[in-house]
C-alpha cells in the first residue's frame, strides 16, 4: 500500500520560503499523478498544486507563480518550493495521489502531514 511521509514545514515570516518534501513507501511514484494538498483550521482539505507522471502541472490560482511543484521518481519523492508564503498558507500539508483534477475528492489515507505556520 502506497504510503507518504512529508517534511520541510515550519514557522516562518511573511515572504518567506519553505520546501516540503514527501517520500513515498509501499508502491514507486512514476505511475502515479501527484498532488499536494493542505487543511487550513476548520476548513476541507485542497488541493494546491498537482503533477502527472509526465511532468504536467497545475496550481490552485492563489499559489501560482509562487509555489513550484516537482518531483523524482529515482528518489521516490515530491516536492513543494514554496516561496513569497503568506499568512493565508498556513496550514497543514499533505501529499497524496492525484485522482483527479486536483481535488482532494473522497481520498481518506492522508499521512501525517506538515504544519507550515507563516506570521505576519
Known amino acids: 500500500q502506497l504510503q507518504f511521509v512529508e517534511s520541510g514545514g515550519g514557522l516562518v515570516q511573511s515572504g518567506g520560503s519553505l520546501r516540503l518534501s514527501c517520500t513515498a513507501s509501499?508502491?514507486?511514484?512514476?505511475?502515479?499523478?501527484l498532488g499536494w494538498f493542505r487543511q487550513a483550521p476548520g476548513k476541507e482539505h485542497e488541493g494546491v498544486s498537482c503533477?502527472?507522471?509526465?511532468?504536467?502541472?497545475y496550481y490552485k490560482d492563489s499559489v501560482q507563480g509562487r509555489f513550484t511543484i516537482s518531483r523524482d521518481n529515482a528518489k521516490n519523492t515530491l516536492y513543494l518550493q514554496m516561496n513569497s508564503l503568506k499568512p493565508e498558507d498556513t496550514a497543514v500539508y499533505y501529499c497524496a495521489p492525484d485522482w483527479g483534477a486536483c481535488s482532494p475528492g473522497k481520498y481518506d489515507s492522508w499521512g501525517q502531514g506538515t504544519q507550515v505556520t507563516v506570521s505576519s
Open positions: 509501499g508502491s514507486t511514484l512514476e505511475y502515479y499523478a
Open positions: 503533477v502527472t507522471n509526465d511532468g504536467s502541472t
